[in-house]
């Protein structure tokens, strides 16, 4: 082969791009860019498969996605949304500076909102629609980021939706005349807030899967269809919660083109940067362009543009996308000549662009998130895209506007005051109309009735449907619940066996088949139906999928295959709790959001729900939202085999902290029947905030008949079951089950009376919880009202003369019957499994936790020797005679 010299080489290699380049823009001129595109896509093909490894990047530059050339003007009065942003500005900055005057300052935040005022102004003057929106739609639903509440307050102000008296009470709820609670929180302002966003994570997850709710509310013809908008606003730091970014591939593959994010990325969180060493913004991208998300990056304001068209090298884009976040937060504390020097001066080039620029033009270059035209621009495109999610990542500062009080600096996120050079500082800036006598006082304010800004924002608003946000509940109650669905499980199985969940599910299919609750049913599983024997529901109503089935599924030839349909109407979400309980929170809440009363059952392996989920449930609480939880296959000596992280004998005791979830450990099918029925009455019919739990367990047994005036019993949380036979036999024992436990405690029952003359009543105790807290609220009452009567709790009342000792036995920690204790007439001996579970067959998990029938019997004859009424020998025996080890090792710490 003949020598080729380097020079010569590279006047080949010169040539050879220079023809393709040629060729390539033939093809431009000729086909236009989608040809270019395939054109592409076809050679990189070819490549791949002759061996050739192509870099990869999701990346594109750092530079705004929508160019200069594509931008539309804006519509409306710039200028008096400017000053109308201003104004927002300052009553936010305001109210959080003045909560804080007092010692004990109960803090809020000023920065956040400071920096993200413009993607907030932008969106309130031209894309919030409200649920008043005259296209027919219910409007939008936004997840407000909780730390920037102060922003959204002081709009809600000027445009007169609450007064000077709420902003001076921000975060004081409990005061006179009404308070703002510091973040979005429906449960505390029920009118105002939607959505609670404040747990970070949370506020995005929910988005996602409310977006995917409205499509499966449409495509069930319970909504008409509409282009309504999910927005969801977070912080660039709140993307490291793993809630933020987990779900974001469900919304690309069901192009759920309702769903917008909108990320302030200012680059700092609480304590620092987000990322010093890199750059949240290029990672954010990849991770979203990865899932198939429509990108828009809006990082530099209309100034740069002039600077970027000059940059035909491509330094300058160079230069953007080189400098890591730590050393653009930098820049933003830096004066002019700073950046000159070290952001411009790394190239004679670069810099002889700017020498036209005063080091204060330099300075005040804005960033593409503080700009409106290039926010509207990019909210614009975001709404009109079809076919996927877009996701805006909007660049700002942090505490932009505050200067020396903390613009760009790390303790930003926790500035609380501002003294009173800073606040004539922030004044001046913003043209705020405040004299310096009266900006010591940091007053509040607001233009005249009639001046042109508060009418702008009234029109802007009517015209986009109603203020934004707004809680307003638009569903009608429904009338009533029949009872005829509930009576075939009144009557017991007649000796059949059947678990609590088998009844559910029965109960489940039912409720579907209703010709007027039907529709409303909202079945959820995370890859669980078959755990809990519901796949015959796969075929009966079909799996939501707004695609409907593109297959054959491999069991289309049996009788329950496995359906998808468009108006499937089981949400089956795969291996995610947090997931569906975010599906759970969006059907749960469409009677206010929507106006459609949906009924959502949650069922899920009962282990990884408020354990592992519980922030969620605890937003659902927060959020009102109505619907029915269902742990199934708990118990921790109930389910076999599964083990340590499976086997749950903790979530009733998780359920008694949120306030207002109702929670039950039924036994029996009756007991289902009478909770559901009443929590459907409950939250539908009279509309109460409440939600609802059930455990329901996977052991088969006969259900018994529903014993007779038990009603109130099941729903107050205890009721007898059997009565002794021997009323007046001289050892009495009340004895206390719950769950799959109960069968055990009836079981002992037996035993005491036939072998040991102790005659028990058997009592159900369906919620500990409601007991713990009926009985809590009459305390209280009677704290209050020394003068008056004493209430007495049903719990009390329920006991009062029952004799003997009392002993409570349940497959949940031993907490929940301890709750109750002090309103019994005695001291109670209480049998539950704390500790760690393991694999065991269900026999010997109750022996090991100590809650079969023989413990119930030992416990009950070892309460009656300690009370006088037995001799201890007597225990013993029965001991011996049940196998029962008094050695045997704490399984509370083993
Ligand atoms: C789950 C959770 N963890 C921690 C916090 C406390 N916290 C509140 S704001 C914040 C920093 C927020 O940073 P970022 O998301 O970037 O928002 P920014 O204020 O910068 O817009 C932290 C750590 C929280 N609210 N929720
Ligand atoms: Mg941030």
């Known amino acids: 082969m003949r020598y080729i010299s380097p020079k010569e080489q590279a006047e080949l290699d010169a040539t050879e791009t220079r023809e393709w380049l040629d060729s390539l823009d033939y093809v431009l001129q000729s086909g236009g860019p989608a040809k270019v595109a395939r054109l592409l896509r076809e050679l990189t093909i070819h490549a791949r498969q002759n061996g050739v490894k192509l870099p990869f990047t999701a990346n594109t530059p750092y530079i705004n996605t929508i160019s200069d050339d594509e931008q539309v003007l804006m519509p409306g009065s710039p200028d008096l949304e400017r000053r109308i942003k201003s104004l927002v500005r300052w009553n936010a900055a305001a109210m959080v500076v003045r909560a804080n005057k007092a010692e004990e300052g109960i803090g809020g935040h000023i920065s956040t909102y400071a920096s993200a005022a413009t993607l907030y102004e932008v969106g309130f003057n031209h894309f919030f629609r409200g649920h008043d929106s005259s296209d027919g739609s219910t409007g939008d639903v936004i997840f407000f980021q909780g730390h920037a509440a102060p ?141 198939g998300w429509n990108v828009i990056k809006v990082l530099w304001g209309r100034e740069w543009d002039s600077l970027l068209a000059k940059d035909r090298e491509g330094l300058l884009v160079k230069r953007m996308g080189e400098i890591v976040d730590g050393q653009y937060q930098k820049y933003a504390v830096s004066d002019g000549a700073y950046v ?69 600096k790390n303790i930003t996120h926790q500035q609380k005051k501002m003294n009173e050079e800073e606040l004539r500082a922030f004044r001046t800036r913003f043209g705020i109309p405040i004299s310096d006598a009266e900006i010591g006082k940091t007053p509040f304010y607001r233009p005249p009735e009639d001046s042109i800004e508060i009418k702008y924002m009234r029109e802007r608003r009517k015209a986009l449907g109603g203020y934004v946000p707004t809680r307003k509940v638009r569903s009608e109650p429904l009338a009533s619940v029949s009872n005829e669905l509930f009576e075939e499980f009144y009557k017991g199985t007649e000796g059949r066996k059947a678990s609590t969940t088998m009844v559910f599910v029965r109960l ?19 890859d669980e139906a078959r755990t809990f024997g519901m796949e015959s529901l796969f075929r009966a109503v079909g799996i939501y999928s707004h695609a409907g089935q593109m297959y054959e599924p491999v069991d289309m030839d049996t009788l329950l295959y496995y359906k998808e349909a468009s108006d499937g109407q089981i949400l089956e979400e795969g291996i995610t709790e947090a997931g569906s309980m975010s599906s759970f929170i969006a059907a749960g809440t469409a009677y206010a959001t ?86 459907i009455r409950r939250m539908y019919v009279d509309q109460e905030s409440i939600f609802y739990y059930l455990t329901v367990m996977n052991e088969q047994y006969a259900m018994p008949e529903m014993p007779n005036g038990a009603r109130e019993g099941i729903l107050k949380g205890l009721y007898k079951f059997r009565s002794a036979s021997k009323p007046d036999a001289a050892l009495r024992a009340q004895l206390f089950g719950s769950g799959a436990i109960l069968p055990e405690v009836i079981k002992a029952q037996e035993i005491l009376e036939s072998k040991y003359n102790v005659s028990a009543d058997v009592w159900s105790v369906t919620s500990y919880t409601e007991l713990y807290r009926e009985g809590h609220a009459c305390e209280r009452w009677n704290m209050l009202h020394p003068n008056e009567p004493r209430r ?48 065991e067959t269900r026999a010997a998990l109750r022996e090991f936790f100590e809650v079969d029938y023989r413990y119930v019997i030992v416990a009950t004859l070892a309460a009656l020797a300690r009370a006088g009424k037995l001799d201890a020998s007597i225990v013993e025996q029965a001991m011996k005679a049940h196998n029962v080890n008094s050695e045997k090792p704490n399984p509370a710490i083993s």
């Open 792 to 839: 007495v709790p049903y719990v009390t009342q329920s006991l009062e003369d029952a004799p003997g000792v009392l002993i409570a036995a349940s497959d949940y920690v031993k907490a929940m019957p301890d709750a109750i204790d002090r309103w019994l007439p005695r001291p109670m001996t209480v049998l539950g499994t704390d500790g760690f579970g393991r694999s």
């Open 340 to 408: 000159r020097e070290h952001f411009w001066g790394v190239d004679p080039r670069l810099l002889e662009m700017v020498k036209h620029l005063s080091d204060d033009q330099l300075k005040k270059m804005t960033l593409g998130g503080h700009d409106p035209v290039k926010v509207y621009n990019a909210y614009k495109a975001a709404t009109e895209y079809n076919g996927a999610p877009t996701v805006v990542l909007a660049r700002t500062i942090k505490g932009y506007g505050l200067g020396e009080a903390g613009e760009g």
């Open 151 to 291: 922003g959204i307050y002081a709009r809600a102000y000027i445009e007169g939706r609450i007064d000077e008296t709420h902003l001076e009470n921000f975060r004081r709820e409990t005061k006179a005349g009404g308070g703002l609670s510091s973040y979005p929180h429906p449960w505390l302002m029920s009118d105002f807030w939607e959505y609670p966003t404040v747990s970070m994570g949370l506020g995005p997850i929910m988005a996602i899967y409310h977006a995917r709710f409205m499509r499966y509310l449409e495509d069930r013809g319970l909504k008409q269809k509409s282009n309504s908008k999910v927005w969801a606003f977070l912080g660039d730091g709140e993307t490291d919660e793993p809630e933020a970014l987990g779900a974001i591939t469900l919304p690309a593959r069901e192009k759920l083109d309702n769903l917008i994010f909108v990320i302030n990325c200012n680059l700092q969180r609480l304590d620092g940067p987000v990322r010093g060493n890199g750059q949240i913004i290029q990672e954010l991208e990849a991770a979203f362009r990865g899932a």
């Open 508 to 526: 489940l299919s039912k409720l579907l088949r209703d010709k007027d609750l039907g529709r409303l049913v909202v079945p959820i599983v995370p």
């Open 594 to 679: 929507h106006g459609v009363n949906t009924i959502p059952f949650f069922i899920y392996y009962s282990m990884f729900g408020f354990q592992r989920i519980g922030d969620l449930i605890w937003a659902a609480g927060d959020s009102r939202a109505r619907g029915f939880l269902l742990g199934g296959t708990s118990g921790r000596t109930t389910l076999a085999g599964e083990g340590l992280q499976h086997q749950d004998g903790n979530s009733q005791l998780f359920a008694l902290a949120y306030p207002n979830c109702v929670s039950y450990d039924p036994a029996f099918a009756y007991e289902i029947a009478v909770i559901i029925h009443d929590g």
